[in-house]
Nanobody, 116 residues
Framework: QVHLVESGGGFLQAGGSLRLSCVAS????????MGWHRQAPGKQRELVAR???????IYKDSAKGRFTISGDNAKNTVYLQMNSLKPEDTAVYYC??????????WGQGTQVTVSK
């Protein structure tokens, strides 16, 4: 079992920056397989960024160049640095851990609200 706890969300104006953190505990040996999704009101949850099982970082197109996912294996922590935030980035951001294709763990989510 894996437990994920996110932090770092908030309310800010467009153009600002935030860094989200996700700390994992339990049966996890590497941050590979961890990532961030988000869900805006009335929309489906979508992938924002992930560190694949092979250690490769992937991003949603609209996040490329603005968001950076990174991690610290020693702390079992993954970060999402978000710069140049836009109102359309407003959503609940969820940490996800996917050690295998059919196994997912989710955090409780952290709200990010970007005003115009």
């Amino acid at each position: 079992q894996v437990h994920l706890v996110e932090s770092g969300g908030g309310f800010l104006q467009a153009g600002g920056s935030l860094r989200l953190s996700c700390v994992a505990s339990g049966s996890i040996s590497s941050i590979n397989g961890m990532g961030w999704h988000r869900q805006a009101p009335g929309k489906q949850r979508e992938l924002v960024a992930r560190i694949t099982s092979g250690g490769v970082t992937i991003y949603k197109d609209s996040a490329k160049g603005r968001f950076t996912i990174s991690g610290d294996n020693a702390k079992n922590t993954v970060y999402l640095q978000m710069n140049s935030l836009k109102p359309e980035d407003t959503a609940v951001y969820y940490c996800n851990y996917r050690p295998y294709q059919n196994e997912d763990y989710w955090g409780q989510g952290t709200q990010v609200t970007v005003s115009k």
